[in-house]
């Protein structure tokens, strides 16, 4: 079964600082991945995915992420973080399961908080 | 832009009564999912279906969860009877089919509080 670790559960940075979450996962074979953002008082909305082709894949407000196939990480990453960015971040892999369907896991989390 | 419709928001209850969720996917959508998020950790699968079909329940607390999906668009989860640690934030949402990995779109949820 496919299992996802995301290494910081609380974050705290300041303004215009840069940003690495981490996120690893569990799976032998071809997944998608995923992260997510849940702004305070909002509901889970798509940030950017992999599916494949270039491993460094741009989202929406700046962000990106590096699908590494090696290390099984997919880290998320901003160069210069903004005091709206504070929300939580989940990493997700979607992978096949044994049926055909597919099957999607979310990390914990990690809390994100941006001081101005 | 199309969204993942959820109702109630908001619900609260006492324990051993029954609770119901309703979710209406993104039209077209042929896979929806009831995910359970307790506070402070990630969406956990409860159940996928692939049109009006269970693919996946196997995370379903079966004693006291059902799901259904009966004309394979929009789906209803029940509690009953809800218990304390039932409280958390239900989450549904969809996907334009499976066999393929898609991506997922999310409704706003359905906060639960069991007192």
């Known amino acids: 079964a496919q299992s996802v670790s995301q290494h910081n559960h609380h974050v705290i940075l300041s303004e215009a600082a840069s940003l690495e979450l981490g996120c690893n996962y569990s799976y032998g074979g071809t997944v998608n991945l995923f992260w997510y953002v849940q702004y305070p008082g909002q509901h889970l909305q798509l940030l950017l995915k992999?599916?494949?082709?270039?491993?460094l894949v741009k989202g929406i407000k700046g962000f990106e992420a590096e699908f590494i196939k090696s290390k099984f990480s997919f880290n998320l990453r901003k160069p210069s973080v903004q005091w709206s960015d504070t929300a939580e971040y989940f990493c997700a892999v979607n992978a096949k399961e044994g049926g055909g369907y597919q099957k999607v896991t979310f990390g914990i989390g990690t809390k994100l908080q941006v001081i101005p | 832009e199309a969204e993942v419709a959820q109702s109630p928001r908001y619900k609260i209850t006492e324990k051993s009564q029954a609770v119901a969720f309703w979710c209406d996917p993104i039209?077209?959508?042929?896979?929806l999912y009831w995910y359970r998020q307790i506070l402070g950790q990630g969406p956990e699968l409860l159940v996928q279906?692939?049109?009006?079909?269970?693919?996946?329940d196997s995370q379903l607390p079966k004693d006291r969860f059902s799901a259904e999906r009966l004309k394979g668009v929009d789906s209803t989860l029940k509690i009953q009877p809800a218990e304390l640690g039932d409280s958390a934030m239900y989450l549904c949402?969809?996907?334009?089919?499976?066999?393929?990995?898609?991506?997922?779109?999310f409704g706003p949820g359905t906060r639960l509080l069991v007192l």
């Open positions: 039209s077209g959508h042929a896979t």
């Open positions: 279906f692939q049109d009006e079909s269970v693919v996946d």
């Open positions: 949402a969809s996907s334009l089919r499976t066999g393929s990995l898609e991506t997922q779109y």
């Open positions: 992999y599916f494949s082709g270039d491993p």
